[in-house]
């Protein structure tokens, strides 16, 4: 778009798009919050959240959501805004840990991904600690993914790629 008054262009983008995914912001942190703190498999999740018409491939979920943890993880910036819009005085990057906040054990294996779902868990422990304190879960959600939104609008970057394409096969970049 172009200022009525100064004709500069100006890029908008809408605050629930989430560059590096298809997902909106809404779905990503539903959908991360769904998985960690659920049974549910990566397989369950459009089948219970979708319509059968219309699904999203359940591989489109484990991307966005583990692209999340790991840009947590990876990116000292998101870290200190995490604790400027998603923690409570208690909750901090250095000394969250997922599994002493309420979370179910890790469903995963491996490390690097156990590593990125832990990134996935520790910015969503606000959502999951005011959750347990019995608050209405619509606008608890609601606040949550307003101070989401400001923490990726401040960062101003896409979510990184899990996997990179090196001559025809898919390398983990983990």
């Known amino acids: ?41 990566w397989r369950d999740l459009p089948d219970k959240f979708c319509d059968q018409e219309n699904k999203i491939a359940h591989s489109t979920l484990y991307k ?11 990116c000292v910036e998101v870290q200190k805004l995490f604790e400027r819009y998603l923690s409570f005085p208690c909750i901090t990057a250095e000394n969250c840990h997922p599994e002493a ?22 910015l969503l422990t606000q959502l999951l600690s005011t959750i347990s304190s019995n608050t209405a879960f619509i606008n ?23 996997y990179i394409r090196n001559t025809g096969k898919y390398v983990n970049t983990s």
């Open 1 to 41: 778009m172009c200022c009525n008054v100064c004709g500069k262009p100006v890029k908008i983008v809408p605050a629930f798009m989430v560059e590096g995914t298809t997902l909106t912001l809404s779905a990503l942190a539903f959908i991360a919050f769904a998985y960690e703190s659920s049974a549910l498999t």
């Open 64 to 74: 966005a959501v583990h692209s999340m943890g790991k840009l947590f993880v990876e």
């Open 101 to 122: 906040s309420g979370w179910p054990s890790s469903k995963s294996e491996h490390p690097h991904t156990i590593a990125r779902e832990d990134g996935a868990r520790t």
């Open 140 to 162: 608890l959600y609601l606040r949550y993914i307003e101070r989401l939104n400001l923490l990726l609008i401040e960062l101003n970057r896409p979510l990184p790629k899990l």
